[in-house]
């Protein structure tokens, strides 16, 4: 039995795994949408929203009194970093591979200034799992985009059909 064991191994050791989660939650920071396989996209979900949350409660105390919270801010960034390990400082690139305007923006910094501002009135449920129809070449595995929610949108989920009508008893 398989009883209270959390999470997918996804075939890799724990180094592994945590290496493995910790370079897609870079890419979709940086990218907001990545494809990757159905198994990884669901694994990854809370690993990125843990550190989602710690942007938004940092965000959440600055505005509340920058001065009186800064150690308190500092800490949930710091935090952010040992989770993201020692690739924290890599630079935040668009789809062709060159560095944003700015040249000196991080991937942690992105973090904690735009998404968890992004998300300051958000409570939980910042990405999005969408399963895509065509299969992975190779070994067909199947496919999904995991995406960050923009400002303001709601998830909604779709319905297949109208669930049938309930049946008329009969009158005998």
Request: positive net charge; glycine residues 8%.
């Given at each position: 039995m398989n009883?209270?064991?959390r999470g997918r191994k996804l075939n890799r050791n724990?180094?592994?795994?945590?290496?493995?989660?910790?370079?897609?939650?870079?890419?979709?920071?940086?990218?907001?949408?990545?494809?990757?396989?159905?198994?990884?996209?669901?694994?990854?979900?809370?690993?990125?929203?843990?550190?989602i949350t710690l942007a938004k409660n940092a965000a959440v105390l600055m505005a509340a009194d920058p001065v009186a919270n800064r150690v308190a801010a500092l800490h949930l960034?710091?935090?952010?970093?040992?989770?993201?390990?020692?690739?924290h400082g890599t630079g935040v690139y668009d789809k062709a591979g060159d560095l944003v305007?700015?040249?000196?923006?991080?991937?942690?910094?992105?973090?904690?200034?735009?998404?968890?501002?992004r998300f300051v009135d958000r409570p939980g449920g910042y990405t999005r799992v969408l399963k895509l129809t065509y299969r992975r070449l190779?070994?067909?595995?199947?496919?999904?985009?995991?995406?960050?929610?923009?400002?303001?949108?709601?998830k909604t989920k779709v319905r297949g059909s109208e669930p049938?009508?309930?049946?008329t008893p009969l009158n005998s």
């Open positions: 009883h209270r064991r724990a180094s592994h795994r945590l290496a493995l989660f910790r370079n897609l939650s870079r890419a979709l920071i940086t990218h907001e949408s990545i494809r990757t396989t159905v198994p990884k996209a669901k694994e990854l979900r809370p690993f990125i929203e843990k550190l960034r710091r935090q952010a970093m040992a989770k993201l390990g020692p690739m305007e700015g040249g000196n923006d991080t991937v942690l910094k992105k973090l904690f200034n735009v998404l968890g501002a190779g070994d067909a595995g199947e496919t999904a985009v995991i995406e960050l929610m923009k400002e303001g949108e709601v049938a009508p309930a049946p």
